[in-house]
């Protein structure tokens, strides 16, 4: 069934990308359509359980990919209004002005992008603003040059955490408050909805206290009239008019039942797996190979950061009731004894004892055996964690692929002894200020799956460019080969830097809507 309505442009994707574009077109007063294949996710007590959130994955998708053995796997990836920025934690950092150029690291070149950051430095900005992101210029030593300061300040450091930034500096290394998207207000709590709890980086906000798409931009985006927002609408084909040079109709499943919406601009923002799989799975006579393929590059150089979790054991109380606030870039570009890139280090949120893995130091297994419940609480008391975070180098045969139903990632790690040097000179600066005995990397995922579950920096898979023939988007992310097609979402990136890439995600598809503003007058 076609539906009657014509609009001026489509949005398929309510997260960084999608949520954050139609938030910027939707003064425009143009007729907008959002499509979000999910719901919006509930509140309810268990967002804040370790438990259901982090063991029992109640809030991921339970659909199943496959590797490149063809073996299945559950990934870690939410499909709610507001996409994964449901369930971030918040991180909000530009990349470095010197990710925008040509890189060479020890696995092989970063390749240059076709803008700079001076092209996207205004729409940084912008992004802060509109992401309530607080932070404090001027600390980090790889920080980018910046037109306005943060517009919130700094979330403080509580006093386990300004403990570690002290000796961090004490050792010799630059740690800077972490920019993060909340809404905070330390000076009146009363005005606050975060409320600094322990249950923030993995886990819904209960509060709405976190930054994200659908709290910040579908909101308020809503109470427009011209905005609608339709949900449990999953895209699954973009049909093409008899020239192949446009999308005439978008065809979703709603409610049990076919749908095809037409709109005047169609722009793809499902995130940079499922956006690749969508073009390839549209292929027809003109698009042989998937939509916008002719170069062969959709759904190749799939990037999604070479990534460490790691606990910090001691035998003294973490009292901190938030803990990410910390962030380390001393060894972004290298180290005296590496001339290559290692990457970014930061805390994570809070480690419970819900999700500490089944094992633990040899010095503890006596504890476990007589009092395991009692015992895991007493060592997740006593922890801090770190994320360790290497760029992911963009490959070609590191690729989303479609067979029928099935998404297939075919996918092997690279940069991997970059990612190894930052991990022990990272445990060698803990055991230095902090006589920490034990470090144990362990997994995020409870289950302790492979890693190519992780899919939560997911970029690269429609690279833009100015080249047809090596890449998918043009500047504007419109696609080379379709008029009226726009990908906004983690696909162009052409690296992955080694910050996360939300902000970004973000200031792009503010870039894109003032492209799209123009183009629908």
């Known amino acids: 069934m076609t539906t009657s309505t014509h609009y001026d442009a489509i949005?398929?994707?309510?997260?960084?990308?999608?949520?954050?574009?139609?938030?910027?077109?939707?003064?425009?007063?143009?007729?907008?359509?959002?499509?979000?294949?999910?719901g919006f996710l509930p509140r309810e007590k268990e967002n804040w359980s370790a438990?259901?959130?982090?063991?029992?994955?109640?809030?991921?998708?339970?659909e199943q990919w496959y590797d490149v053995n063809n073996k299945a796997f559950r990934p870690a990836t939410n499909y709610w209004v507001g996409g994964n920025t449901k369930v971030y934690g918040a991180a909000l950092l530009r990349l470095r002005e010197r990710d925008f150029e040509q890189v060479e690291h020890q696995d092989g070149i970063s390749p240059e992008w076709p803008l700079k950051y001076q092209d996207f430095e205004p729409y940084y900005t912008q992004a802060e603003q509109l992401y309530d992101v607080h932070g404090q210029s001027g600390c980090d030593p790889t920080e980018p040059p910046m037109s306005?300061?943060?517009?919130?300040?700094?979330?403080?450091?509580?006093?386990?955490?300004?403990?570690?930034?002290?000796?961090?500096?004490?050792?010799?290394?630059?740690?800077?408050?972490?920019?993060?998207?909340?809404?905070?207000?330390?000076?009146?709590?009363?005005?606050?909805?975060?409320?600094?709890?322990?249950?923030?980086?993995?886990?819904?906000c209960l509060t709405q206290g976190k930054a994200d798409a659908e709290v910040n931009c579908l909101q308020p985006a809503?109470?427009?009239?011209?905005?609608?927002?339709?949900?449990?609408?999953?895209?699954?084909?973009?049909?093409?008019?008899?020239?192949?040079?446009?999308?005439?109709?978008?065809?979703?499943?709603?409610?049990?039942?076919?749908?095809?919406?037409?709109?005047?601009?169609v722009v793809v923002a499902c995130g940079a797996i499922n956006s690749a799989a969508l073009l390839l799975r549209s292929l027809n006579e003109h698009h042989p190979h998937g939509l916008a393929n002719h170069s062969g590059l959709v759904g190749r150089h799939l990037m999604k950061h070479g990534c460490t979790a790691m606990v910090q054991l001691t035998t003294k109380l973490n009292p901190d009731s938030y803990q990410k606030t910390?962030?380390?870039?001393?060894?972004?570009?290298?180290?005296?004894?590496?001339?290559?890139?290692?990457?970014?280090?930061?805390?994570?949120?809070?480690?419970?004892?819900?999700?500490?893995?089944?094992?633990?130091?040899?010095?503890?297994?006596?504890?476990?055996?007589?009092r395991p419940g009692a015992e895991l609480k007493a060592v997740a008391d006593r922890t801090v964690g770190w994320w360790l975070q290497t760029e992911d180098l963009p490959d070609p045969d590191n690729r989303v692929r479609v067979e029928g139903d099935?998404?297939?990632?075919?996918?092997?790690?690279?940069?991997?002894?970059?990612?190894?040097?930052?991990?022990?000179?990272?445990?060698?600066?803990?055991?230095q200020v902090d006589r920490t005995e034990h470090l144990v990397p362990f997994s995020i995922y409870p289950?302790?799956?492979?890693?190519?579950?992780?899919?939560?920096?997911?970029?690269?898979?429609?690279?833009?460019?100015?080249?047809?023939?090596?890449?998918?988007?043009?500047?504007?992310?419109r696609t080379h080969d379709i008029d009226n097609l726009y990908v906004v979402d983690?696909?162009?990136?052409?690296?992955?830097?080694?910050?996360?890439?939300?902000?970004?995600?973000?200031?792009?598809?503010?870039?894109?809507?003032?492209h799209l503003l123009e183009r629908l007058k």
């Open 406 to 431: 099935r998404l297939h990632l075919e996918y092997k790690l690279n940069n991997i002894e970059a990612g190894s040097r930052l991990i022990k000179r990272w445990t060698g600066i803990l055991q």
């Open 222 to 265: 809503r109470n427009h009239p011209n905005i609608t927002l339709i949900t449990e609408a999953k895209v699954t084909r973009l049909h093409t008019s008899a020239s192949g040079r446009e999308v005439t109709h978008v065809e979703a499943e709603v409610a049990g039942e076919t749908q095809r919406f037409t709109g005047d601009i």
């Open 326 to 370: 910390i962030c380390i870039s001393d060894f972004y570009w290298g180290d005296a004894d590496f001339p290559y890139p290692m990457g970014l280090i930061q805390n994570t949120g809070n480690v419970l004892a819900d999700m500490l893995p089944a094992e633990v130091p040899a010095l503890l297994a006596p504890l476990l055996k007589m």
């Open 11 to 38: 949005v398929i994707g309510t997260g960084a990308g999608g949520g954050t574009l139609a938030y910027h077109l939707a003064p425009s007063g143009k007729k907008i359509l959002v499509l979000e294949r999910g």
């Open 447 to 477: 289950r302790n799956m492979m890693p190519i579950q992780s899919v939560g920096h997911q970029c690269g898979t429609c690279r833009f460019g100015e080249d047809p023939n090596t890449s998918v988007l043009d500047l504007n992310c």
């Open 148 to 204: 306005l300061p943060y517009p919130y300040p700094a979330v403080r450091h509580e006093s386990r955490m300004q403990e570690l930034a002290n000796a961090f500096t004490k050792a010799g290394l630059h740690p800077f408050h972490l920019p993060l998207g909340l809404k905070l207000n330390e000076v009146d709590k009363s005005l606050s909805a975060c409320i600094r709890c322990n249950t923030c980086d993995g886990f819904p």
């Open 51 to 62: 438990l259901e959130v982090y063991q029992r994955e109640r809030y991921h998708t339970q």
């Open 490 to 514: 983690g696909s162009f990136f052409p690296s992955s830097a080694a910050v996360n890439p939300t902000l970004t995600i973000i200031a792009n598809a503010l870039r894109v809507g003032d």
